[in-house]
């Protein structure tokens, strides 16, 4: 083999290389995870500590989930960024939500009373960042301008409390 080919072929096996290690977009969403309070720790972050209050009862799951605040991802299928699932528990709840960079985010909870994995729209309950309103007219998915918030470097605090029919 010629050096020239040799460099040519080398040069492609790199570029070839480089190619595989670059991620998908669809990798920023929909990753499961435990809850982890170091991940909020002082120097840790980003970050935000979600309180939820007024969890009705102590069955069931708790499922926290985040999302980037903008139309495309609100709420929309599959488009989640973190997910965590934990028993429920009456009364108060806190969980630390990673997040993958500095950004405007919003967060989803819902307590599945039952636990079977589907939302009854009559017995469970729902929360969102900022505590929007949530009536007929926007059949629970407020929008993206009125949950969002501002996320930095560091460990933010909110607080959101569950709604139920």
């Not at 939820?52 to 960024?81: H, M």
């Amino acid at each position: 083999m010629s050096t020239k080919l040799a460099a040519l072929t080398g040069s492609a096996a790199i570029a070839l290389a480089g190619l595989s290690l670059a991620t998908p977009a669809e990798a920023q969403y929909r990753e499961k995870i435990t809850h982890d309070t170091q991940r909020c720790d002082a120097g840790a972050g980003p970050a935000v500590w979600v309180t939820i209050t007024d969890v009705k009862r102590s069955e069931g799951t708790i499922r926290i989930q985040s999302y980037r605040a903008t139309k495309e991802d609100w709420l929309k299928k599959g488009r989640w960024i973190y997910r965590m699932e934990a028993p429920a528990k009456a009364g108060t709840m806190r969980f630390c939500m990673p997040l993958p960079a500095s950004g405007h985010y919003a967060i989803a909870v819902r307590h599945d009373l039952d636990g079977d994995g589907e939302t009854d729209l009559f017995g469970d309950g729902g929360a969102m960042s900022n505590d929007p309103s949530i009536n007929i007219f926007n059949l629970g998915r407020p929008s993206y301008k009125k949950v969002g918030f501002d996320v930095g470097a560091g460990v933010e605090k909110i607080s959101i409390r569950m709604r139920y029919r």
